[in-house]
């Protein structure tokens, strides 16, 4: 196998062991201090080590996991407090992603932008609710323009995927956020930055509300 094909084999090995351990920690089948060991993990997907620490180094960057010198790592978990937490730095890094972005904006690609979530308002599917509320916030977010920011602003939108998803399985849930979106991206049209965030930091907050009563409940 040459070199290419060798790396791209790997990578593959990275994204399958990378998406079946954030799930698992997300959705709490490792509890708090749970101790994952390289070679079990490594006999589960049956890939070499290298893979695996690859994803254990991910999964750290994620905040998600500690890892130990020789001795695998420890899952920090994943609790509402933490969900919590997200969405509170969010709301204010987003923010000022918002504050960043007004002066610059191009309305063309807002006006794309609208036509995105527009396409959803008679959908009932949760996932395309789902792809049009991150598409919105990453706008906001690549639209700063301020590279760290950006940055910081997706590796918690991640975080947040899986329970983005739930949340818009319900169709109540689909409408309210619907609406928030469009006045959102109308007050953002006329350039209103105060309204702009003031919107947007209730929507941040009730999205919280939302989905900390989905996870609570399911708990």
């Known amino acids: 196998m040459g070199g290419a094909d060798y790396r791209k084999k790997e990578d593959g090995a990275v994204n399958q062991v990378y998406s079946t351990l954030f799930d ?15 070679d079990d993990l490594a006999k589960e997907f049956q890939v070499s080590r290298t893979p695996i620490r690859e994803t254990l180094r991910l999964l750290q960057q994620d905040g998600l996991l500690q890892i130990l010198p020789n001795r695998g790592a420890r899952v920090y978990g994943f609790t509402a407090d933490d969900l919590e937490d997200i969405y509170e730095i969010r709301r204010v890094l987003e923010g000022l992603a918002l504050e960043l972005m007004v002066p610059v904006l191009r309305i063309n690609e807002l006006m794309k932008v609208r036509e995105q979530i527009e396409a959803t308002a008679e959908s009932r599917d949760p996932l395309k609710h789902a792809e049009a509320d991150g598409m919105l916030h990453r706008y906001i977010a690549e639209s700063s323009r301020r590279r760290r920011l950006i940055e910081m602003l997706n590796q918690l939108f991640h975080l947040m995927q899986t329970f983005r ?3 818009f399985q319900d169709e109540e849930i689909q409408r309210t956020t619907y609406a928030e979106h469009m006045a959102l991206v109308d007050a953002l049209s006329i350039r209103d930055s105060d309204a702009a965030k003031d919107i947007l ?8 509300i939302r989905i900390l009563q989905k996870v609570v409940r399911r708990a």
């Open 24 to 38: 698992r920690i997300i959705h709490g089948q490792y509890p708090a201090n749970e101790r994952l060991i390289e």
């Open 165 to 167: 998803e739930l949340g």
């Open 201 to 208: 930091e209730r929507h941040i907050k009730n999205s919280k």
